[in-house]
């Protein structure tokens, strides 16, 4: 099982980003997609979560009408798009992936915003 994330980076307060984690070793339609963000010092907080059917979709209030998810199931792949972002976004985003009572993560990728 592998869950690869990409697309953090470095961007302006304001600025957009799109995170990809890519799939690979296990059913992804049939799982559950989220990602996660953590900062150091703190708990790993859920920021954005959408089922296996694609059709529900939760997010977190700090980032509700910033960030969308999505997935693509052809390709085995979600995505986060976050627009507006603020220098509280900054933190390392993980994929993780829930579901027959499994739970993956991927590796992480670190979004830093600048004020």
């Known amino acids: 099982v592998q869950l690869v994330e990409s697309g953090g980076g470095l961007v302006q307060s304001g600025g957009s980003l799109r995170l990809s984690c890519a799939a690979s070793?296990?059913?992804?339609?049939?799982?559950?997609m989220r990602w996660f963000r953590q900062v150091p010092g703190k708990e790993r907080e859920l920021v954005a979560a959408?089922?296996?059917?694609?059709?529900?979709?939760n997010y977190a209030d700090s980032v509700k009408g910033r960030f969308t998810i999505a997935r693509d199931d052809a390709r085995n792949t979600v995505y986060l798009q976050m627009n507006s972002l603020k220098p509280e976004d900054t933190a390392v985003y993980y994929c993780?992936?829930?579901?027959?009572?499994?739970?993956?993560w991927g590796q992480g990728t670190q979004v830093t915003v600048s004020s």
């Open positions: 959408i089922g296996s059917a694609g059709i529900s979709t």
């Open positions: 070793g296990f059913t992804f339609r049939s799982y559950a």
């Open positions: 993780n992936a829930a579901g027959w009572g499994n739970e993956y």
